[in-house]
């Protein structure tokens, strides 16, 4: 038997009393109160990911670390950190790193993670990763006052907080403290054994239009330009039966990914993990990606979403609304743990 254990480290809040197992009746998801007590919330997202080979069904104790992988690093605050000290998680048999995309909300743990780990450590992500990016934060400033500008032109901008930058990934920091950047915009398989694959996405196509936006930046060979966030990536967990998705902040747009998702595999999705990027979105938007849902073939009948982070109470709303109770949105708290058991 393999088991699979995903732990929501970083999240937007955290709920100690949270009952979504109990009052729904959902086997595959669990919450310990008492470590989630002890948590901390912040903007940000981050998982762990152990898979394991069950020996002895009545011994967890005896089971064997297959792989061990840190999707996402949670914010710059460090609650991911925190939150696994609180429970006693050991980084040193870390096997990857991988990184959804790099915006600092995602990836603000990495240094003090590698800090610690003491060892030689894979990190998969894209080289947009290399742009600085810029966000505007006044509701007044148009993309006009950004695109093709030069970076001394931004000067006036960032010192009065119009709009706010993040440095680059810092390849030569990360090479001192052991990290081995795989920079790819290709498929990357993690693990490949009977029972469950994992792969990390490559670049996702952008076919729905409704999915598109104008709203991000970077500096690009000198100048500022959309950001597409080409990066953006999402973690296949693909087992004999389904598939499990663990989405970072779904930037492509989650009709494009589940676009990828099914060019990749035939196999029906039962779980959707991770941020959705609908806080903003319209009624319309929510509407037609409802209705795309509903469309797919789903695993056992069932689709499970759990949209967090980025993706907002109106989504979740909309979806338990709309859907039928074919397809079940949940808000998890940190400290959630999902569960997903295969025989082989």
């Not at 509701?139 to 093709?148: A, E, P, T």
């Not at 104008?214 to 990536?233: A, H, P, Y």
């Not at 929510?286 to 695993?299: A, G, M, R, W």
Request: charged share 25%; net charge positive; with cysteine.
């Amino acid at each position: 038997m393999i088991r699979v254990e995903i732990y929501l480290l970083t999240n937007n809040f955290v709920i100690p009393f949270q009952n979504i197992r109990e009052n729904h009746f959902l086997d595959f998801i669990e919450l310990n109160k008492l470590f989630a007590t002890k948590s901390l919330a912040e903007h940000g997202l981050g998982f762990l990911i152990n898979v394991y080979s069950v020996i002895d069904l009545d011994n967890p104790n005896n089971d064997k670390l297959l792989k061990k992988i840190v999707f996402d690093t949670g914010g710059t605050n460090l609650t991911y950190l925190h939150n696994l000290d609180i429970r006693g998680y050991p980084l040193y048999d870390v096997d990857y790193i991988v990184l959804s995309h790099w915006h600092y909300d995602h990836t603000g743990g990495l240094i003090k993670i590698l800090e610690r780990m003491n060892k030689k450590v894979p990190i998969i992500c894209h080289e947009s990763a290399k742009f600085e990016r810029l966000f505007k934060r006044v509701r007044n400033l148009k993309n006009k006052d950004l695109v093709g500008k030069k970076r001394t032109d931004l000067l006036p901008l960032l010192s009065s907080l119009k709009i706010v930058n993040q440095e680059p990934i810092n390849i030569d920091q990360i090479k001192k403290l052991g990290g081995k950047i795989h920079f790819t915009k290709e498929n990357y398989e993690i693990l490949n054994i009977k029972g469950v694959k994992i792969i990390v996405s490559g670049e996702i196509p952008r076919n729905h239009i409704e999915e598109d936006f104008n709203n991000f930046f970077s500096l690009q060979e000198g100048t500022v330009k959309v950001d597409k966030i080409l990066d953006d990536k999402c973690l296949i967990l693909e087992f004999e039966e389904n598939i499990v998705l663990l989405n970072g902040c779904c930037h492509s747009g989650l009709m494009n990914t589940l676009d990828y998702v099914r060019s990749y595999s035939d196999k029906p999705i039962s779980h959707i993990i991770g941020g959705f990027h609908m806080a903003s979105a319209s009624d319309k938007r929510i509407k037609i990606t409802i209705e795309y849902l509903d469309s797919l073939e789903i695993f056992n009948n069932t689709l499970y979403l759990f949209p967090i982070h980025c993706s907002g109470e109106k989504f979740i709303k909309m979806v338990n609304a709309i859907s039928k109770s074919r397809i079940k949105a949940f808000n998890p708290s940190v400290g959630t743990t999902f569960y997903f058991k295969r025989i082989i």
